[in-house]
């Protein structure tokens, strides 16, 4: 901002003025008689003046709003929002170490069980790490919120006391060396703990992170967004005022000195009229570049990314559901509502849900007749191949559906181990399918994402020399208009 | 420069948030309640008491509300009284679902309760959980769907004796003309009351009522302010001690910790 460095308040001008009706004319001369003389630099002088004061409220006020776009480029492109996606994979991550503990404990001894147990112990570690990294992330978003950063210590101790839990629960598992199917009971108590740990206290805190730190985004966008459209405004304004201005400079030149133009002023009204309008046009698609990335990019990787969290826990409680016959009814009822929050058909019960799933998904793209995740994403087509992304999504998960109702037929029909072998094996591979059409769609998001804040840093680009420099010339330039005019009364 | 200061003043800041009102710009706040649901919302003289208000009364403080009216808020019209602005937030064993999330907002959940059953203290040692209910009497309340989840969708082949009300229903438990009375942990809970020599909630939950605070749609500074007061009430452990005192005595199985909100918007 160097308004005022633009606009040296010209001498015989009221300084400081807002421009509006030009100052009433100079006062009389105390000298007599030359009175004509005088007052026609004064008047140039004041034309002039409210010309630059005008002229920097112009360039002022985009300067401001290129601040705004820049500041919520850089906070939702930048800093916050990769951040508060980053959270997300907190939940995923938790989510998902719980659920490979309750693979290896349902695998046991067993080898020829899907991947493995050791390899369920390895994704075990690895999603540990994931999760560490991901709190990190949490607590610098949670700076400055003491209320935030509560949430993260309580999550760091939660995990020490749940990897304890789930550490204990595997060396006794191993030591049983039962084979596939619930483990002994001693086992299954120590799982419980840890499962309800993660379930009803870390899972929750790692969820309400994501959406707090999402305020940041929201408020961001919201306050930075009408700055910028405010800011367009306000230069349009202040554009048609300095050339309104000029122009009047320009007639008034014209009439006294009998000259058709002045050369210099028509310059410097023809680059501020080019400025307004460049201007204009900046901060309007800077408002929509701000739109596009929290819109159809922020908002959908953060909602697709919780979806895609809470399909991990839902495959974590098929195995639990066959873990643990006690709370086999509470594991089921769990699934049925995190199946409804991701893709939402009414039905009370897990046979209603896939008779709902797959009447929508076969309707699905005529009508979309269904809520949740899955429903708000395909009711908000915006972006290309967004659609067969949806659809990709939308069948994978049908066929996960379909597996799970046989899994839980066959644990009903007394057929254990073929519903183990279902789950680690079939199932398995149709919930990574419909994960990885997740995670698809997810990436089509981030590069709208990605694409819109690009975009955005890219037509700033120079407007930083852009601004000034135009200041600068329209400034001499209009200095060279009427300095020869004015020595024309020395 | 006043005219570059008020730019400045105009672009720099001010001009952020959304169009939308919010319940933060009220200056008194009106809160839609149960009237009869003991320990949760219940209208004694003209005063409301209950964990609902307990809760309403703390987070209405945190958002920074001195004064709050109480009216009741009747399971029918909630939505609708939301719509119309007749009520702020309604904290009133309000369930979150995806069809309510279409007309209005929800802040928490600030508890999930889980339907359970009560039983009498007597027969708590042999009907362990809901199937155990096979081939005996559950109450029926005239306009209530609870009994559907078990015999409907957990398929229990259970004996259905209607009745107008849970209150009559917990009347016709300890007479012995029904078995068992079925739906949300808290609501039988608060029913239970001081009752808990002869009854018993048997600790086998299953379903997840997640009890959200509703709010007009589109207020999303309002709901997440909300969220934020219902984070701090499981931090100072108001919630704890909340939860103890209207349901500890029944023996329920209370969770503690913060609920996973909805998320606001």
């Given at each position: ?192 703990q840890a499962t309800d740990l993660m379930r009803l206290d870390l899972l929750p805190k790692a969820y309400n992170l994501t959406l707090d730190s999402g305020t940041i985004v929201r408020e961001t966008y919201e306050d930075e967004s009408a700055a910028v459209l405010t800011g367009r405004f306000l230069v349009g304004a202040a554009g048609l005022l300095t050339l309104a201005l000029l122009i009047g400079l320009q007639i008034f030149l014209a009439r006294r000195f009998r000259r058709v133009l002045n050369p210099a002023l028509l310059l410097a009204t023809l680059i501020i009229a080019v400025f307004t309008l460049s201007g ?6 800077e408002a929509e570049n701000l739109r596009m990335a929290k819109d159809d990019g922020f908002n959908s990787v953060l909602a697709l990314s919780r979806a895609r969290a809470i399909g991990n826990t839902m495959h974590g409680d098929q195995s639990r559901y066959l873990l643990d016959p006690q709370r086999a009814d509470t594991y089921e009822q769990v699934y049925l509502d995190k199946s409804q929050s991701v893709l939402y058909t009414p039905g009370g019960s897990l046979d209603k849900y896939y008779a709902g799933v797959d009447k929508v998904v076969g309707e699905w793209p005529e009508k979309v007749d269904f809520l949740g ?118 | ?265």
């Open positions: 901002m160097t308004i005022s460095q633009q606009a040296p308040a010209p001498p015989a001008a009221p300084a400081g003025q807002p421009p509006g009706p030009p100052p009433a004319p100079t006062p009389p001369a105390p000298a007599t008689g030359r009175g004509r003389r005088r007052t026609v630099p004064a008047r140039i002088w004041t034309l002039t003046g409210a010309s630059l004061v005008a002229a920097a409220l112009l360039f002022g006020a985009t300067a401001l709003s290129i601040g705004n776009a820049r500041e919520g480029l850089q906070v939702i492109g930048h800093d916050a929002g990769p951040q508060v996606v980053a959270t997300a994979d907190l939940y995923f991550a938790l989510s998902d170490m719980d659920a490979q503990v309750a693979n290896v404990l349902l695998i046991g001894r067993e080898t020829s069980l899907g991947k493995g147990r050791q390899q369920a112990l390895d994704r075990y570690d690895q999603r540990r790490a994931e999760a560490s990294r991901a709190v990190l992330q949490a607590a610098e978003l949670a700076l400055g919120d003491p209320t935030e950063q509560q949430t993260v210590r309580q999550v760091l101790d939660g995990l020490g006391r749940y990897e304890r839990l789930a550490a204990q629960a595997i060396l006794l598992d191993q030591q049983s060396q039962h084979a596939a199917g619930p483990p002994p009971d001693r086992v299954i108590e120590l799982y419980r204009m046009l900046l901060l309007g698609r995740f899955h429903g708000a994403e395909a009711r908000n087509l915006t972006l290309r191949d967004q659609r067969p992304a949806v659809g990709a999504v939308l069948t994978a998960y049908e066929k996960f559906q379909q597996q799970d109702r046989q899994m839980r037929r066959l644990a009903v029909a007394g057929q254990a181990r073929q519903a183990i072998a279902l789950r680690m094996g079939t199932l398995a591979q149709s919930f990574e399918s419909y994960d990885k059409a997740l995670v698809d769609l997810i990436a089509l998001h981030r590069g709208a994402f990605d694409g819109a804040i690009r975009s955005g840093d890219d037509d700033l680009g120079g407007w930083n020399v852009i601004v000034p420099g135009a200041a600068v010339l329209a400034a001499l330039l209009i200095f060279a208009g009427i300095v020869p005019r004015l020595s024309e009364y020395r | 420069m006043a005219g570059a200061a008020l730019i400045l003043a105009a672009a720099g800041c001010g001009l952020g948030g959304g169009d939308q009102q919010s319940i933060l710009d009220k200056e008194v706040l009106v809160v839609g309640v149960k009237p009869d649901q003991p320990g949760l919302g219940l209208r004694k003289g003209g005063e409301y008491e209950g964990f609902d208000v307990d809760v309403a009364k703390y987070v209405t403080r945190k958002l920074g509300f001195e004064n709050v009216t109480f009216i009741p808020a009747p399971s029918a019209q909630r939505e609708k009284m939301l719509q119309e602005g007749q009520v702020d937030l309604i904290f009133a064993t309000y369930s979150i679902t995806p069809e309510r999330k279409t007309k209005v907002d929800f802040s928490g959940p600030y508890y999930v309760a889980h339907q359970d059953t009560l039983v009498r203290a007597s027969d708590a040692a042999v009907i362990d959980n809901v199937r155990d209910l096979k081939g005996r009497n559950l109450c029926q309340v005239t306009g209530s769907n609870s009994w559907r989840r078990v015999k409907e969708e957990r398929k229990v082949a259970v004996n259905l004796v209607e009745a107008p009300s849970y209150s009559d229903c917990i009347a016709k438990l300890k007479s012995g003309e029904v078995d068992a009375v079925s739906t949300d942990d808290l609501i039988l809970a608060g029913f239970a009351g001081a009752e808990t020599r002869s009854v018993k909630i048997i600790n086998a939950p299953f379903t997840d009522e997640r009890y959200g605070v509703g709010i007009k749609k589109g207020d999303i500074d309002g709901c997440e302010a909300v969220n934020k007061a219902i984070t701090e009430m499981y931090q100072d452990g108001t919630a704890e001690k909340l939860l103890h005192k209207w349901f500890g005595p029944t023996g329920l199985n209370l969770t503690t910790t913060v609920p996973q909100f909805e998320g606001c918007g």
